[in-house]
């Protein structure tokens, strides 16, 4: 059985012509699947009965397994997803007046090992697949669709944060078929703009990415010299910041938005002292010479969100008031993350699932809330799907 989640528009097409299929086929196939939710091939009521009966009985629409769903207080929802062999990853839905966003994860914990993030404490288990990293979304949108009340058409999801667990330019052939079926017209039609690849800085993807699917970029620095953040980041060691902003240059050059997010974890007595923060403004700004040509982007300090074996603590709320004033009298435009879902653990770098270890998974499991689990989408409505529109 080949799960159709796996296929991105294109890839699909040729599926359905190695089927004997047209290729157009295939985009009314995938607009079943992606606009409208639906699993069940005998639904599907414009493809043709010998074109079902094919697909019946050679692929699926397989979703990811539910161990378990928190909702908090601030209406941020967290799923775990058993994605087998003890590996579980976690998916976070972020409501805001106007938007939803949803927060993706890439891979089963993650090889790069940031001293101050949950996943990498976990250490590396496997890449996603495509269709899991698909799933997710296809999964989140679908049941919130449900749950909303919305009708065909609108959409619960508008913007898509690959900031889960994992780095997606280590995982990046997978990724990037599930970013055309993002933005596709057909499938999700997420606007380039609010798909955001947040990266711990693989330099020679960033210059892949920029030439295969550009969308916009946030690079997670967190360190103002090389020195610190090869402490934080060991990446760094690889991918020193100047080869790393230059690839962020580049980028922008075919980039959707024409700024890069740059994310900073504030780290009390680590990070967030002022000098660091004029360091890290002249390297931003930089001063006009080939030397030093800083970069166009707006700033995102992150509170640290603490777990147990980090050893780490959040800066003082005035400490990172003053770190983002130095920014801010800079010029550089800065924000400072409101963290979200804090009783359910599901903000920044607090992702941890379980990798690895089929017994906590199955603790967890046994814990869970129960949830509902919507039926199979077999509901016949006939016709092609309608064209994507934003929420009201
Ligand atoms: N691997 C990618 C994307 C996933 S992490 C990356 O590193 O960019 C998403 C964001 O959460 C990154 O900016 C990361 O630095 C940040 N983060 C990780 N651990 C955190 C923590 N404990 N508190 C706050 N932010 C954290
Ligand atoms: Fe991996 Fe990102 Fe966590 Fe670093 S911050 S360990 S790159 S998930």
Redesign the pocket.
């Known amino acids: 059985m080949v799960n159709l989640l796996q296929f991105d528009r294109s890839a699909l097409g040729d599926w359905c012509e190695q089927q004997g299929e047209q290729a157009f086929r295939a985009t009314q196939l995938f607009r079943w699947i992606h606009q409208r939710g639906e699993r069940d091939f005998a639904a599907m009521s414009n493809l043709a009965k010998s074109f079902r009966d094919k697909l019946v009985a050679s692929a699926e629409v397989a979703g990811l397994a539910v161990a378990s769903e928190q909702v908090a207080e601030d209406g941020t929802i967290k799923w775990l997803f058993d994605v087998g062999a003890g590996d579980a990853v976690e998916t976070v839905f972020i409501p805001e007046t106007g938007r939803g966003t949803l927060?993706i994860s890439?891979q089963a914990g993650?090889a790069?090992n940031?001293r101050?993030?949950?996943?990498?404490h976990q250490g590396f288990s496997r890449n996603l697949s495509t269709a899991e990293i698909v799933a997710q979304l296809w999964h989140a949108e679908f049941e919130l669709r449900r749950r909303l009340g919305l009708r065909d058409g609108e959409r619960a999801i508008t913007n898509v944060?690959?900031?889960?667990?994992?780095?997606?330019?280590q995982n990046y052939a997978n990724l990037v078929p599930a970013l055309r079926t993002m933005l596709d017209d057909h499938g999700y039609g997420l606007s380039r703009r609010r798909v955001t690849v947040?990266?711990?800085g693989v330099v020679p993807m960033i210059d892949r990415l920029r030439d295969d699917c550009p969308v916009a970029l946030?690079?997670?620095l967190?360190a103002p010299d090389d020195a610190l953040r090869d402490e934080l980041?060991p990446l760094n060691r690889k991918y020193p910041i100047a080869e790393l902003l230059a690839s962020a240059r580049r980028y922008l050059e075919r980039a959707p938005r024409d700024f890069i997010t740059i994310?900073y974890?504030?780290l009390d007595g680590v990070n967030d002292a002022p000098a660091q923060a004029e360091a890290l403004l002249a390297l931003l700004r930089g001063d006009g010479t080939a030397a030093n040509p800083g970069l166009p982007c707006k700033v995102n300090l992150?509170?640290?969100?603490?777990?147990a074996a980090?050893g780490?603590k959040?800066s003082p709320a005035a400490r990172v008031a003053a770190f983002a004033a130095v920014l801010q009298d800079g010029g550089i435009v800065t924000t400072i993350?409101r963290t979200r879902g804090d009783d359910i653990a599901a903000?920044?770098?607090?992702?941890a699932g379980e990798v690895q270890d089929r017994t906590r998974v199955a603790e967890r499991r046994a814990r869970a809330v129960p949830v509902h689990v919507a039926p199979p989408v077999s509901r016949r409505r006939g016709g092609e799907a309608v064209a994507p529109g934003r929420r009201p």
Do not use: D
Request: glycine letters at 8%; charged letters at 10%.
């Open positions: 927060c890439s993650c790069v940031c101050f993030c949950a996943t990498g944060v690959m900031m889960g667990m994992g780095e997606p330019l947040s990266t711990s946030a690079v997670s967190h980041v994310e974890c504030m992150i509170p640290f969100n603490p777990f980090s780490l959040r993350r903000a920044c770098g607090q992702l």
